[in-house]
């Protein structure tokens, strides 16, 4: 399939699908299961039947990604972790029928010196820990980094293929979107608790992880308005836009919004410097009226709050004070985990021992919010050298093939994800792999190509 034969009604349909299904859940949540179950079954014979012939695996992988907060927060997952699973275990077939680069050794490596933890764990975990639901909650998202990583760096994929895995991550977003909406149609004084992360819009789910996924969806929706060129589909996307920010701004958390801005003006900036000067042009005409859509959307979030988004964005309280930790209480859980590293800075503490850590120290045992300083101390050196890893490879890797406009992006999902929501969810580890694709435009690129199948 190429992207072209993806018309601006069939757009549309897929669009009006993912809306329907939304809302089939709100009606009946139990269906969420069921739906689940299909879905999964269908993606799965689907690269099976195709031999994972152009990237299945990939988009089947993405579509896991972006439905898995939704999906969870309706109860549909077997078990917590099934939406890794299902990543990890999409990928791996994947790699059987196409197999991976000889250049994947340093995430190899990444792997291997994740499991002396969960060696460690296994003399430092308290015997009222379940051990096994200790790794999986702290070890499944590193893996499925890793398996993510494996399987697209140096992974050739052509432009429309990329398109697709891309509509593929996109479309559960939609549902999970739509979904709030019904939820929560409208935002009333009851339901104005203050300036803290709001439940109540989250779709009485984590805010967190909704600030997230709605921010990943409105960055997604505004790179197709730079890319597409069909006037129909950029409405559509415009809406959608503005549908998705709204959702993630009236959550009240932070961490999401704020990468999706990242996100995008890493997007425009690649963008912008491949583009000639007549596309520039052109490009500057929709940066104007994507500012404006920006700015009327923060106008109307303000107003359905009563103003309380803007105190919560200059860290202030619902009386207007300025609080006094703008990091909401994270600081202080990074702070334990250094010192962890400090004490142990050779084996660390072991794999999900961070956590009773800091309830003996600091007396408050809350589940990491910082991937970074959780693999240091639960790792020690081991976990540094992880990060030195996903850091630098990345970066030689950009600096030989610039053919991504997505690459900086996708790192600074990734990176400011891990930073405020840890890995508790598939996507960050998911798009760090997508950063690592060389994408080929089989009509601009024939030298770059066989450069690289000649290394």
């Known amino acids: 399939m190429a992207i072209k034969e993806l018309n601006y009604m069939s757009y549309l349909q897929y669009v009006l699908l993912h809306v329907l299904i939304g809302f089939v859940i709100y009606l009946q949540r139990s269906s969420a299961s069921i739906l689940l179950m299909v879905t999964w079954v269908a993606l799965f014979f689907w690269i099976i039947i195709k031999n994972n012939r152009n990237n299945e695996a990939l988009m089947a992988a993405a579509y896991i990604a972006g439905a898995e907060v939704f999906y969870r927060m309706n109860g549909a997952m077997v078990f917590y972790e099934t939406g890794k699973y299902s990543v990890i275990l999409f990928l791996l077939m994947g790699m059987f029928y196409k197999g991976t680069s000889s250049k994947t050794v340093p995430f190899w490596i990444y792997l291997l010196v994740l499991f002396p933890g969960v060696v460690v764990a296994s003399f430092t975990l308290d015997y009222d820990v379940v051990f096994r639901k200790a790794i999986a909650f702290n070890l499944s998202g590193p893996v499925c980094l890793g398996v993510s ?140 009226i994507l500012f404006g859509a920006v700015v009327t959307i923060w106008m109307y979030s303000s107003i359905s709050t009563q103003g309380l988004i803007t105190y919560r964005y200059t860290n202030r309280n619902a009386a207007g004070e300025l609080e006094q930790d703008i990091t909401t209480g994270r600081a202080e859980l990074i702070e334990t985990e250094l010192l962890a590293f400090y004490k142990s800075p050779v084996i660390g503490v072991g794999v999900g021992k961070a956590k009773k850590y800091r309830s003996e120290e600091a007396g408050t045992e809350t589940a990491s919010h910082n991937e970074i300083s959780r693999l240091l101390s639960e790792h020690g050196m081991l976990g540094l050298i992880a990060l030195l890893i996903l850091i630098f490879v990345p970066i030689v890797f950009w600096t030989k093939f610039k053919n991504n406009y997505y690459f900086l992006a996708f790192m600074a999902f990734w990176f400011l994800t891990i930073n405020h929501s840890a890995m508790r969810i598939a996507l960050p580890g998911f798009v760090y792999g997508l950063a690592l694709l060389y994408i080929v435009d089989e009509k601009k690129n024939p030298v770059h190509r066989k450069r690289l199948a000649s290394q």
């Open 149 to 288: 990583a494996l399987y697209c760096y140096y992974k050739k994929i052509t432009f429309d293929h990329f398109n697709y895995v891309l509509l593929m991550l996109l479309l559960p977003l939609i549902a999970n979107m739509a979904y709030l909406f019904f939820y929560t149609p409208s935002i009333g004084e009851a339901l104005m608790s203050g300036t803290n992360s709001n439940y109540a819009t989250s779709g009485g789910y984590g805010p967190n992880q909704i600030s997230a996924v709605m921010g990943l969806g409105a960055f997604l929706v505004c790179t197709r308005l730079f890319i597409f060129r069909d006037k129909i589909v950029n409405i559509v996307d415009l809406i959608l836009l503005a549908l998705f920010s709204y959702r993630a701004i009236i959550t009240f958390s932070r961490g999401g919004v704020l990468t999706a801005l990242v996100c995008m003006g890493a997007f425009i900036l690649i963008f912008y410097q491949k583009q000639n000067s007549k596309q520039r042009d052109s490009l500057i005409k929709k940066l104007l």
